[in-house]
């Protein structure tokens, strides 16, 4: 470990509650620790085009509770090639940089593990900051834990006027190959039924939520759908309500953007915090090309090559507790 060398800290792919919770703890524990840091902005975007300052502790006061991310985010198509790599490496040459901090969801992390292969002097440490919950060997993701409690509240509310209306509601959320957030948002507000891609079984899923006789006992019925550009999502199973059983009322509701902003939750800050202080000792421990993970609340260090190289499961014991609850 070599600490004349700059830590680099970037923020890419979607935007997650706590990225800034984990900026502040990256930049403030490798400052306590005597290294220097520098915020590259707008992802690998940004590292190619050389956009990078130096950050002291107070450019990182009054952010925790901030959601987005002070460093801006960004897609990088050029990342993805060899060259962009190589004008990437230059910068952090030229910038003194020797590792580097993706906070990031599975495709920032697998960009990483790409450029730390080619780049032996690179060395790279992943933070999980998605609010998917996707990447494996991690419990949890920065920004899960907000992106949940947005959508519960907001499913509060679409209850009010489904309830008043006795209709149907399909909500849409986000998590297009992963069921966290509409399995876990159903429990949580006591939805009907969720439709996740990960209970893709010969079972048509609305066949089964409708088998079960639902309105029978109740006036209003909320189905929360995991965005799915296959599938087409909330709209597609609201159609098909329509044709099917055209007795029924039926609405759509897409939470969209709204479920990425908002001041991070406390587990969220709690969660950022211990992970961003927790990759400056993995560089101080001379861990390179790994994400720092947390299970059953202890910090772990994850191979990239683990964390993102196949879909994280869910627990199907969600599933009966979902199904059993909302009779
Ligand atoms: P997220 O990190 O939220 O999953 P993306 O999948 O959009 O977001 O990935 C963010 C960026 O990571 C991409 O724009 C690209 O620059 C980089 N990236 C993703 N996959 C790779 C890869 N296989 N090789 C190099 N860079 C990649």
């Given at each position: 470990?070599?600490?004349?060398?700059?830590?680099?800290?970037?923020?890419?792919?979607?935007?997650?509650?706590?990225?800034?919770?984990?900026?502040?703890?990256?930049?403030?524990?490798?400052?306590?620790?005597?290294?220097?840091?520098?915020?590259?902005?707008?992802?690998?975007?940004?590292?190619?085009?050389?956009?990078?300052?130096?950050?002291?502790?107070?450019?990182?006061?009054?952010?925790?509770?901030?959601?987005?991310?002070?460093?801006?985010?960004?897609?990088?198509?050029?990342?993805?090639?060899?060259?962009?790599?190589?004008?990437?490496?230059?910068?952090?040459?030229?910038?003194?940089?020797?590792?580097?901090?993706?906070?990031?969801?599975?495709?920032?992390?697998?960009?990483?593990?790409?450029?730390?292969?080619?780049?032996?002097?690179?060395?790279?440490?992943?933070?999980?900051?998605?609010?998917?919950n996707?990447?494996?060997g991690t419990d949890v993701t920065?920004?899960?834990?907000?992106?949940?409690?947005?959508?519960?509240?907001?499913?509060?509310?679409?209850?009010?006027?489904?309830?008043?209306?006795?209709?149907?509601?399909?909500?849409?959320?986000?998590?297009?190959?992963?069921?966290?957030?509409?399995?876990?948002?159903?429990?949580?507000?006591?939805?009907?039924?969720?439709?996740?891609?990960?209970?893709?079984?010969?079972?048509?899923?609305?066949?089964?939520?409708?088998?079960?006789?639902?309105?029978?006992?109740?006036?209003?019925?909320?189905?929360?759908?995991?965005?799915?550009?296959?599938?087409?999502?909330?709209?597609?199973?609201?159609?098909?309500?329509?044709?099917?059983?055209?007795?029924?009322?039926?609405?759509?509701?897409?939470?969209?953007?709204?479920?990425?902003?908002?001041?991070?939750?406390?587990?969220?800050?709690?969660?950022?915090?211990?992970?961003?202080?927790?990759?400056?000792?993995?560089?101080?421990?001379?861990?390179?090309?790994?994400?720092?993970g947390i299970r059953d609340n202890?910090?772990?260090?994850?191979?990239?090559?683990?964390?993102?190289?196949?879909?994280?499961?869910?627990?199907?014991?969600?599933?009966?507790?979902?199904?059993?609850?909302?009779?």
């Amino acid at each position: 470990m070599d600490k004349s060398k700059f830590i680099g800290i970037l923020t890419s792919g979607g935007d997650a509650s706590g990225m800034n919770a984990a900026i502040r703890a990256v930049t403030r524990s490798a400052i306590y620790n005597g290294f220097r840091v520098k915020g590259i902005y707008r992802g690998y975007e940004g590292l190619i085009a050389g956009e990078v300052k130096e950050m002291t502790t107070e450019d990182v006061s009054s952010i925790i509770q901030r959601g987005g991310t002070i460093l801006k985010t960004a897609r990088s198509k050029e990342f993805e090639t060899p060259e962009g790599r190589r004008k990437a490496y230059e910068v952090m040459q030229k910038e003194n940089i020797g590792y580097l901090v993706v906070i990031g969801g599975d495709g920032s992390l697998r960009g990483a593990r790409t450029f730390a292969d080619e780049y032996e002097d690179v060395v790279c440490i992943g933070l999980p900051g998605t609010i998917d919950n996707d990447l494996c060997g991690t419990d949890v993701t920065i920004g899960y834990s907000t992106a949940l409690n947005t959508i519960m509240e907001c499913v509060d509310k679409i209850r009010d006027t489904a309830t008043s209306h006795e209709r149907i509601f399909f909500v849409e959320v986000m998590g297009r190959d992963a069921g966290f957030l509409a399995q876990n948002s159903a429990i949580a507000s006591g939805a009907e039924a969720a439709i996740i891609p990960e209970d893709k079984t010969d079972v048509d899923q609305l066949e089964k939520f409708i088998s079960r006789g639902f309105r029978k006992t109740k006036n209003s019925s909320i189905v929360i759908v995991s965005e799915s550009p296959k599938d087409g999502g909330a709209m597609h199973y609201a159609e098909r309500v329509r044709k099917e059983y055209p007795q029924y009322d039926v609405r759509v509701s897409i939470l969209g953007h709204l479920q990425r902003g908002g001041a991070p939750s406390a587990e969220d800050r709690i969660l950022a915090s211990r992970l961003g202080e927790a990759s400056v000792q993995a560089i101080m421990e001379e861990q390179r090309n790994v994400m720092i993970g947390i299970r059953d609340n202890e910090i772990v260090y994850v191979p990239f090559i683990e964390a993102v190289k196949r879909d994280k499961p869910i627990d199907k014991n969600l599933i009966r507790v979902l199904d059993e609850l909302s009779i």
